[in-house]
Each structure stands twice: as structure tokens, then as C-alpha cells.
């Protein structure tokens, strides 16, 4: 069932639990998120990165996402992760996409407050929901120190100003993560997610999920986390899959022998995650 993302998102923060936001680029990735999504009854948005948009194209990539979302028993909204673009963000609605994402961080606060008002506007005039960035959520690789990375962090007080005069469904915070594979430890500051929750009671988002341990992703969920976003644990765990299925058959050439453990072994870490955010049995009818 396709639903937007206010509705998955708001019944996860009235009770008190996390919807994983699964990156997808191809057919099989698709499927094990779905799979996993039936496996553990669980809520699920698919989300696609303007990357994935240009490798799979927009009318692949919705129309497999609208497939999967229709025959699923569990409620699914599809998204566009990280956009940037006014043009790519209209093709997104035109396309039945049923959230968006505004990434307008890396602009001053009346900018980004200025740039996601006008896709508010108009996404909500066609009942697509909108999440927004403040704070900076940048890569692992950016070669910043602690006290930078702090400097990057969400600020309460503007965050209550951002959602008020721009009116978003949910807001993607800055709190300690980044996206790709970690060196060390992330240390997630859990105090602002708290005080940054206190402030708005609407639903936020942790971007550069993949590699946080158990213990702190349960923790920013009890804090006010609705909406976790993963994507490099998929990579990794297809990569894997595929690359030990090739080592161990070096002649195989049948690219569905070579792709399934792939989707199989991709399957397997989306559904942990689902029972490690406690959106497992959560779906509804
Ligand atoms: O946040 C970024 C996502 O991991 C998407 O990455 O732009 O390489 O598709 P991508
Ligand atoms: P990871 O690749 O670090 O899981 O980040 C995913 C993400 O934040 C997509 O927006
Ligand atoms: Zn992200």
C-alpha cells in the first residue's frame, strides 16, 4: 500500500518508534527492502538519491517502487533523498513520488528557510510531504575535527524558527553522524536531539545511519528519532554477497545466480535494522 510520508512518519512518532528509510538503485535492492518490510510487518520508505535517479532513471525507478509499494502488505511511501534541485524535485511529483526531500543545508538560514518554503508550497498543494536539512550532515571522508564537526550541529532555537516558518513534515537534523563508512565510533549527541524534540514534536530524521552501533541507534530513537535513513550497510552487505558468490563460482555468468545472494543477503541486514528500530510490527492495514 502506498501511503505518504507524514502518515508513516506521524504514527511512528505518536508511538514512540523509528521507519528505516532504505536508499534503492536497482530492481533487487527494491525487493529485499520490501521482503524485509513483509518479513517483520514493518512501515517502510523507499527512498531514491538523485544519483540513483540518473543511473536507474526516474521512470524505472518509480514505476518499480509504485509496483512493489501496490503489492505490499505494509504501508510504503517512496521518497527523493537529498534533493537539491527545483526541476528534479517537480519531476519527483510528477512521477508520484509521495515525499520529498529539500537539501537547501549548505545555504544560509534565510535561504534554506526561503528555498524549502517554496517546495512546501507546492508539494503540499499536491499532498506530497517534505523533509528539510538544517545543520550540515556531511561524509565521513570530509577531514574535519571534532570541535568543526560540532560547529556543523543543529541548533535548537533555529530549528524551531526553520519548521515554523517553513512548515515541513519532518526535519533532518545534524547530530554527530555522517553519511558513508566510519573510521572510529560516531558519537551522536543525544542531549540536542532531546532539546531539538522538546522544541518542534514533529518527526526527525538521522541521516549517515549505517555503522552506528545498537546501543546509541536505540538511544536517538528514545530521544526523538522517527526516520533513519541507511544506505551504505545495503552496499556493503550486497557487495559482499556478490563478490563471495563470484570468488566461489569464478565461472558463473548468469547475472540472476550472481545478483540474488545479493537481494538474499541485503534482505537480511534491512530486516535487522527494521527489529533494531522497533518499526517491526508496526505495520497497520
Ligand atoms: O545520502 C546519500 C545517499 O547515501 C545516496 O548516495 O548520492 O551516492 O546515491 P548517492
Ligand atoms: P549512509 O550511507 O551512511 O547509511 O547514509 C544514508 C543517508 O543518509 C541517505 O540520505
Ligand atoms: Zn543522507
Known sequence: MLVTGKQILDHANENGYAVGAFNVNNMEIVQAIIRAAEETQSPVILQASQGAIKYAEIEYISAMAKVAAEKASVPVALHLDHGTDFQQIMLCLRHGFTSVM????????????????????????????????????GGTEDDIT???????????????RFVKETGIDSLAIAVGTAHGPYKGEPKLDFDRIKAIKERLNIPLVLHGSSGVPEESIKKAVANGINKINIDTDIRMAFNRAVRSFINDNPDAYDPRKILGPGRKEAQSIIADKMRMFESSGKAWK
Open 102 to 137: 529539500i537539501d537547501a543545508s549548505k545555504h544560509s538560514l534565510d535561504e534554506n528557510i526561503e528555498i524549502s518554503k517554496q517546495i512546501v508550497d507546492i508539494s503540499h498543494a499536491v499532498g506530497v510531504s517534505v523533509e528539510a536539512e538544517l545543520g550540515k550532515i
Open 146 to 160: 571534532v570541535d568543526e564537526r560540532e560547529a556543523t550541529m543543529t541548533d535548537p532555537d533555529e530549528a524551531e
